[in-house]
């Protein structure tokens, strides 16, 4: 895959910053053509970009629909993909049947999911996550997963496990890791494999959206 030109547009900082280390770390786009915006009532979009990727889209209380609608009315080339908190059927049907996106995953997607994506789209292809469904019979909401009391989940972690949880979600590999914290790759891949189990998550896309999703004040 050519190294692409990718905006993404998500309310989350955390969760756009791991967007963009998992383009970086899988050679999609290398950090100098990835441009990030937490502000969806003022999105100024750089020219030629390949990738419009809209994520938990009501920044500023405003929906993603509206947000798309925008993209389009700028007759930008793009392909656009969308990684929604929620959506139903109908709404996913009509974003398809209006051109207003190119693809849809679910925000708890696996990272093989999100490089297919990509991959489809950049061909000219549409993409369909397999937890979305266009079929009105389901009118199942397509929802992240979120963990019984999430908070409480991140205090059955060690001081060790929540550094390495901190070194994750900046985009550092284990061998990064390991050697920062003066420790073995085999010993780090250990912490990290106990971490994401505890919380229920499979890779460090899961583990940011389970952050976002964290209650602090509780």
Known sequence: MEKLSVVIIDGSELFAQGIQNQLVQNKIAPLSNIFISTHSSNVDLPSNIDLIIVGQACLDNIQFEDILKNLKSLKQESHVLLIPEIINSKTAKGLFSNKLVD??????CSLNDF?????????GDVYIGPDISL????????????????????????????????LVIEGKSST??????????HTIKTHRKNMLHKLGVSNSIELISFLDSVDYNK
């Open 176 to 185: 990064d890791i390991a050697q920062l914290l003066f420790r073995s790759v």
């Open 115 to 123: 490089r297919i994506a990509i991959e489809t789209l950049t061909k």
């Open 135 to 166: 079929h009105q019979s389901n009118e199942m909401t397509v929802q992240v997963t979120k963990k019984d009391n999430p908070y409480y989940l991140l205090q059955k972690l060690t001081i060790q496990e929540k550094k390495i949880m901190e």
């Open 103 to 108: 693809g849809i995953i679910s925000r708890n």
